[in-house]
């Protein structure tokens, strides 16, 4: 959806939607090899689900925008249970999650964002993988929309769009997220 859009606005040469490999070290590895020499103030991160949890890191890393949409703030906890070969979640591609996979993981956990105005999360409370209360209480006082019902996937994303757009082009300390919920 969101190369599509990016597309329609004449901006897809803005956009980058890279399939990351199960190895979270590669994964970061691809991830830092894409934005390499881009500024800081004009980049915006978004990852959904254990991609929430990498553009979390990558944004304290290096000081970018990050939006998350239904992360991850505990894989290494939630994903030492389906090590071994198993199905993506938006195809039926077959991938093996290796236990090794937990200590790489483990590396890039942020305990705590340092500059809560550059995340805004999409959280929806009917995520049957991962708890919204846990998302929420990770990013306090981060631009918050809590999406009521929806699932995992956003699948009603398309109505996110804008709002999501609108946070990555803000200027720099101007970002404002019309209808959010803010965090104390």
């Known amino acids: ?44 991160i978004i990852g959904s689900s254990l ?32 090590i071994g070969v198993m199905r993506a979640y938006h195809s039926d591609a077959p991938f093996e999650f290796k236990r090794e996979y937990i200590d790489e993981i483990s590396a890039f956990a942020v305990d705590q964002i340092t500059s809560p105005e550059r995340y805004f999360l999409l959280a929806a409370t009917g995520d049957e993988v991962l708890d919204w ?11 918050q929309r809590i999406i009521e019902g929806g699932d995992h996937g956003i699948s009603d994303f398309e109505h996110y769009i804008d709002e999501v757009l609108a946070f ?14 803010h965090v104390a």
Do not use: W
Request: aromatic fraction near 4%.
């Open 1 to 44: 959806m969101l190369a599509h859009r990016m597309q329609r606005l004449g901006r897809a040469t803005q956009f980058e939607c890279p399939q990351l490999p199960a190895s979270p070290r590669q994964a970061i590895d691809v991830a830092m090899r894409l934005i390499k020499g881009l500024p800081a103030q004009q980049l915006s």
């Open 51 to 82: 991609g929430g949890f990498y553009a979390t890191y990558l944004a304290e890393k290096i000081g970018c925008r990050a939006v998350l949409l239904n992360p991850a703030i505990q894989p290494s906890r939630d994903l030492a249970q389906h």
């Open 133 to 143: 209360h846990e998302m929420t209480g990770h990013y306090p006082n981060a631009h």
């Open 168 to 181: 990555c082009d803000a200027p720099e300390g101007a970002v404002e997220v019309r209808g959010s919920n």
